[in-house]
């Protein structure tokens, strides 16, 4: 039997309902301008759809153009739930949404493993949104790709970028960050620091 990571917020963050989620991811992709070239790394919100869908869309539709080209898809957020320290893997075979099962590179999670500080933690999984909600609009603007689910826990930069660099590859494998910036600020305050920090990481300035 295979191992299966059921959604853990369909019917919170996003519908449960397949015919009900496709259709509303296809609104946000059609309104978002699907800009070229294809990127190499997304950085993503993984806020419930009413309030981030579009933001999510406006980088999932540059994707459309790359649909068949894109094989593998690095996933990275942060835990939630769980503390732990370094980075976290799956023992599940697909992780699945309203829409269906997406595949697990296990290959490359195999690779993941010979890093000291990857392991595999299905608690840091079982509940966390940050992965799971890119999971639909990935499935809706991709045709057959593979996943790479990791959860980041109190993990270095230093960290993060050997796992990066060890799945990098070429324009098969997309790389998806999954965050939020602001959450409690006012509005205009919100705007400026999170303009900010959209600066700072165009500038490499980690």
């Known amino acids: ?62 994707l459309q153009s790359a649909r068949d080209g894109i094989r593998r898809v690095v996933l990275i957020g ?23 099962n997406v595949a697990i590179d296990q290959d490359a999670v195999a690779a993941l493993l010979e890093l000291p500080f990857v392991g595999y933690l299905d608690q840091a999984h079982a509940l966390e949104h940050s992965l799971e909600v890119h999971l639909p609009f990935l499935q809706m603007t991709l045709s057959d790709f593979k996943l790479v689910p990791i959860v980041a826990g109190d993990a270095s930069p230093h960290q993060v970028s050997q796992v990066l660099e060890k799945l990098w590859g070429g324009d098969e494998t997309l790389i998806v960050v999954s965050s939020d910036l602001s959450h409690y600020h006012e509005y205009m305050v919100a705007k400026r620091l999170d303009q900010n920090t959209s600066q700072l990481i165009e500038n490499l300035q980690y």
Do not use: C, W
Not at 17 to 33: G, K
Not at 80 to 100: C, K, N
């Open 1 to 62: 039997n295979a191992m299966i990571r059921k959604p853990a917020v369909a019917g919170s963050f996003y519908p449960a309902d397949p015919a009900i989620l496709h259709s509303m991811v296809q609104h946000f992709l059609e309104e978002a301008e699907s800009a070229a070239p294809v990127p190499k790394a997304i950085i993503v919100p993984h806020a419930g759809y009413i309030y981030s869908g579009p933001i999510a869309a406006s980088a999932y539709a540059r």
């Open 78 to 100: 942060p835990s939630h739930r769980v503390a732990f320290q370094g980075l976290a893997i799956s023992d599940a075979e697909f992780f699945a949404t309203p829409l269906g």
